[in-house]
C-alpha cells in the first residue's frame, strides 16, 4: 500500500506561486507513475500532469502548459507541482496520485493511490 501526503497549498494572489509536493512514508515511488489532479467545488476532478517513474516524460493539461511544471526526485521520494502565474479558475483541491506503472496517464482511473488532497486558492 502506498501512502501519498500531499503539502504546500494555500492562499495566493492571482499571478503567484505555489509549489506543491507529495511524498510518501514506508514505500518508494521510484517505480511509479506519478499525477497531479484537481477538483474545484461542484465539478469532477480533472487531470493536471503527469510524469513517467524515470521523469523523462510529462504531460500536461492544456489550462497549465507552460505555467506549472511536474518533476520528481526519487532520492527524496518526492514529486513536485511548480505552479506560476496562478488564476482563479486555479481554485480547487489538488491530489497527488500513484499508479503501478511506470508509464504516464491522463484519466482518473488510471491511477491505483491517492492522496488526501491539499486546497489552493487563488485570490482575484
Known amino acids: 500500500q502506498v501512502q501519498l501526503v500531499e503539502s504546500g497549498g494555500g492562499l495566493v494572489q492571482a499571478g503567484g506561486s505555489l509549489r506543491l509536493s507529495c511524498t510518501t512514508s514506508?514505500?518508494?515511488?521510484?517505480?511509479?507513475?506519478m499525477g497531479w489532479f484537481r477538483q474545484a467545488p461542484g465539478k469532477e476532478r480533472e487531470f493536471v500532469a503527469t510524469?513517467?517513474?524515470?521523469?523523462?516524460?510529462?504531460t500536461y493539461a492544456d489550462s497549465v502548459k507552460g505555467r506549472f511544471t511536474i518533476s520528481r526526485d526519487n532520492g527524496k521520494n518526492t514529486v513536485y507541482l511548480e505552479m506560476n502565474g496562478l488564476k482563479s479558475e486555479d481554485t480547487a483541491v489538488y491530489y497527488c496520485?500513484?499508479?503501478?506503472?511506470?508509464?504516464?496517464?491522463?484519466?482518473?482511473?488510471?491511477?491505483?493511490?491517492w492522496g488526501q488532497g491539499t486546497q489552493v486558492t487563488v485570490a482575484s
Open positions: 510524469i513517467s517513474s524515470g521523469g523523462i516524460t510529462r
Open positions: 514506508g514505500s518508494t515511488l521510484s517505480g511509479l507513475g
Open positions: 496520485a500513484a499508479r503501478r506503472s511506470r508509464l504516464t496517464a491522463q484519466s482518473v482511473a488510471s491511477y491505483d493511490y
